[in-house]
């Protein structure tokens, strides 16, 4: 707070005087307001001379109001690049030159009514990250491709033209493939889908693709799978690490989980190493080659990679056929996806060995360079790209295989990919930070008698989350004591609070943040989010944490009392059940 030699002008002595008080803190200067002098001259009459046009006093109301939103929307866009810390000091400064003017935010209808709007567009940000970024919220992922290209395939299956016959022919002829690929009417229907309504996606794909392409072609290489195999991402996912499907495979080779697991993928709550697409990529070499160690033939180890090898085996007994374009030329005995699935692929693969033949514009995406930092314990992503001065989504995309906002917690010696150059940056913050407060994760110590569910339901977590996310299975039993992670919403934003009915005379109110409360006003409460389960109202949920219906509504901008299961609620709970 400054001091002043004289005391602070008050609001009563007039609107001049604060104007003045705040244009000394904003130029450093104030207009002098003493009347000008006259001139006398006997015997001459004395005559008062026009008045000096008086300086312009600023608007200092205004330019208070300006300089609050000017740090507000600077916020605004450190949010939007997941910059916790940048974008908390921002929304503070917009609160604080408020707070500090003198007189405080309530000495003008203007500034008071900027003050409201502001911490209600501020506490509107900070519920949006409470509830959907907490830390625990898993990464949303991108549909898979495959999904809707079989469905076009179904309904949609162009006759070929008289010249994309002849271009395939020549292309065929010409470049030498590692896999039998006929020329048949059902793959040059594709390539006839591809280099037509397609050709936007194919080229997108493709272009995504440049920059896995060198590693896969390496691994299969090494592996001695096929090269023409590399490109199966383009029909699975157009390349895409994050893809997931309807069926839930995931990642550019869209394995399920189970699959994955058997080949050597990492998945549990903090990783899911299916969208890591180099260790993907090998877990997909193992994996074809064992399918074609099973049927000695790559249309019909094709087939089984999209249908599952038990389906291609059990089809080959029923019809005692053990060549593909003969077991799905008909439909009793595979379903359409599979059948439409070895074509598709070939299709693809005609085109993209020779993607200037077709007619297709392919730009490389810009591979990004990325050195390593060494992490121990969950660490928030979201402030390793504040520190590396980058975007969370960058963080993101150099660790695809990451599904929440935090490095697993009993990693060790986790290897997390960052910006080049960035690495020494990040090493000292971590050193500095000393393990604290980099990740928004607490701890509970298990009371007597207390289960899994009794927990979850009290945190107002989901048993499921809750164990996963402590490496635990649903039955597990707890002892007294015990540490468990729980999720803990972190307060990224500011929003500050001033007595509504404070005088301007009134040093401003230390400003606090919202979620948090003061040692001795008993009983103190901390805030968390309540997901919604089946069965529950708002009373009940009210009752769970020892609050009320209005301040529920109030905390989430409810208008009624109606509520969705698996809707996540921001509520207010008593120390007795926050976390230790």
Avoid at 23 to 39: D, E, F, M, Y
Avoid at 303 to 314: H, L, M, T
Avoid at 563 to 577: A, D, K, P, Y
């Amino acid at each position: 707070m400054l001091e002043y030699a004289e005391p602070m002008l008050s609001f009563r002595r007039g609107v001049s005087g604060v104007l003045c008080a705040v244009g000394l803190l904003l130029s450093g200067a104030c207009a002098a307001r003493s009347p000008q002098p006259t001139t006398v001259q006997a015997p001459q009459q004395v005559v008062a001379p026009e008045p000096a046009p008086a300086p312009a006093v600023p608007d200092s109301v205004q330019e208070l109001i300006a300089l609050s939103e000017q740090h507000f929307q600077a916020g605004e866009r450190e949010l939007s690049e997941g910059h916790l810390d940048a974008a908390t000091a921002e929304f503070d400064r917009a609160v604080d030159v408020l707070l500090e003017s003198p007189g405080g935010a309530r000495s003008d209808p203007q500034l008071s009514a900027h003050y409201d709007r502001l911490i209600e567009r501020i506490s509107g940000h900070e519920l949006t990250a409470l509830a959907q970024a907490d830390g625990f919220a898993e990464k949303a992922p991108e549909p898979a491709s495959i999904d809707d290209l079989l469905t076009i395939a179904t309904f949609e299956r162009p006759t070929p033209t008289p010249e994309t016959e002849r271009t395939v022919a020549d292309d065929l002829q010409a470049v030498v493939h590692d896999i039998e690929i006929p020329q048949n009417a059902r793959v040059l229907a594709y390539v006839e889908l591809f280099t037509g309504r397609l050709k936007g996606y194919l080229e997108e794909g493709l272009s995504r693709g440049a920059r896995y392409l060198p590693m896969i072609q390496e691994v299969f290489r090494a592996e001695g799978v096929p090269l023409d195999l590399a490109y199966v991402p383009l029909i699975e996912s157009a390349f895409k690490p994050n893809a997931l499907s309807r069926a839930k495979a995931k990642g550019m080779w869209q394995f399920m989980r189970g699959t994955a697991l058997e080949n050597g993928l990492r998945h549990d709550w903090y990783i899911d190493e299916r969208a890591d697409p180099e260790k993907a990529t090998r877990a997909a070499a193992k994996y074809l080659k064992t399918l074609y160690s099973m049927f000695g033939d790559w249309h019909l180890a094709l087939a089984s990679y999209n249908g599952g090898p038990g389906r291609v085996q059990r089809a080959m007994r029923r019809s005692g056929r053990d060549d593909f374009w003969k077991l799905s030329a008909t439909s009793r005995y595979l379903p359409r996806e599979t059948r439409d699935y070895v074509p598709l692929i070939l299709a693809a693969v005609i085109i993209a060995r020779s993607p200037a033949q077709y007619e297709m514009e392919v730009t490389p995406i810009e591979v990004p360079l990325f050195e390593t930092v060494t992490v121990a314990g969950a660490v928030d992503i979201r402030r390793v790209a504040e520190w590396a001065g980058a975007s969370v989504q960058n963080i993101q995309d150099l660790n695809p295989e990451l599904r929440r906002w935090t490095t697993p917690i009993r990693a060790t010696e986790y290897e997390l990919k960052v910006p080049m150059g960035a690495a020494e940056v990040i090493n000292t913050r971590l050193t500095e930070r000393g393990g604290n407060d980099l990740a928004p994760l607490s701890h509970y110590s298990v009371k007597k008698n207390e289960t899994l569910p009794s927990i979850a339901k009290k945190l107002g977590v989901s048993r499921s989350d809750l164990a996963e996310a402590n490496y635990l299975s649903t039955k597990s039993k707890l002892r007294t004591g015990q540490q468990l992670i729980i999720p803990r919403a972190p307060t990224l934003l500011a929003a500050r609070t001033e007595t509504v009915g404070q005088s301007a005379d009134a040093v401003p109110a230390t400003a606090t943040r919202r979620v948090e409360t003061a040692d001795d006003d008993p009983p103190a409460r901390t805030t968390t989010t309540h997901r919604v389960a089946r069965g529950e109202t708002l009373s009940l949920i009210a009752k769970l944490y020892g609050t009320t219906v209005a301040q529920i509504k109030e905390l989430n901008s409810l208008r009624n009392n109606i509520i969705h299961v698996g809707q996540r609620l921001i509520v207010e709970r008593l120390s007795s059940l926050a976390t230790n």
